[in-house]
């Protein structure tokens, strides 16, 4: 997949991502965590789970891309609620 399909599907996955979980971060960071979802998606649905892929901007890698940015909010306010981040 080229970089502008990344940075595509990075940027809608990271809207969805943000509007579902609620949470509010830029532009810039909303591209970054749906490109960032978009890896860490798809190496599990594909190395984990054997399902789908992230190969090009259609639905499946959205959703995909999707799950993995949600993944990464989650994780991301449960690592900053305990303190690791603060400093």
Do not use: D
């Amino acid at each position: 997949m080229g970089l502008i399909s990344w940075i595509v599907v990075g940027a809608i996955a990271g809207f969805l991502a943000n509007m579902l979980m609620g949470s509010k971060t830029g532009l810039v960071m909303m591209v970054v965590l749906g490109i960032v979802g978009g890896i860490v998606g798809g190496f599990v649905a594909t190395e984990v789970l054997h399902k789908g892929s992230v190969n090009g901007i259609n639905v499946e890698s959205i959703v995909i891309a999707t799950i993995g940015a949600i993944a990464l909010i989650l994780i991301f306010g449960l690592n900053r609620s305990r303190g690791w981040f603060r400093r």
